[in-house]
């Protein structure tokens, strides 16, 4: 492959991973999974309980599903060091903060999940633009030199 083709090589992949690419994989990783179980939760539900819109429930269910794929594909990515999977880790973060947001307005037991969300967001979208997790993925800042082969 040539260099107009791959402007930006990841570094090495026998060099170790910074602490923060795998912190943020790990990160989205679990919002992925967290999304997964949430989903299949709803949909058993949906399929075995008396909800009040079984269509409704079963539909939630598999789009959370669906909505999981996005975070656990670009946590995959993170950890096998893959510059494409920066965009949709970023992403994720961006689309949890209004959910957070959302879930700390509630008056219930929802507000210490927001808190949390909050927290995974905000923590995970510092790790993501972090200059080592950008070298680490091979990403060449805007005005950067162009990398050496």
């Not at 539909?59 to 949709?88: C, D, K, Q, Y």
């Not at 689309?95 to 959302?102: D, E, I, K, N, R």
Request: hydrophobic share 50%; net charge positive; aromatic share 2%.
């Amino acid at each position: 492959m040539s260099a107009e083709q791959n402007p930006a090589p990841r570094t090495s992949d026998t060099e170790p991973h910074p602490a923060r690419l795998t912190v943020a994989a790990a990160l989205a990783g679990l919002e992925g999974l967290a999304l997964a179980v949430g989903g299949v939760w709803i949909l058993v539900l949906g399929l075995t309980g008396s909800p009040d819109d079984r269509q409704q429930a079963v539909t939630g269910g598999i789009t959370l599903i669906v909505l999981a794929l996005l975070p656990l594909l670009a946590a995959r990515g993170l950890l096998l060091r893959r510059s494409w999977s920066r965009g949709p880790a970023v992403i994720t973060q961006i689309m949890a903060l209004p959910v957070a947001y959302s879930l700390l307005q509630a008056d219930s037991m929802a507000i210490p999940g927001g808190i949390a969300l909050a927290v995974v967001a905000l923590t995970a979208l510092v790790l993501l633009v972090n200059p080592a997790t950008t070298r680490a993925l091979g990403i060449r800042g805007p005005g950067g030199p162009p990398d050496q082969k």
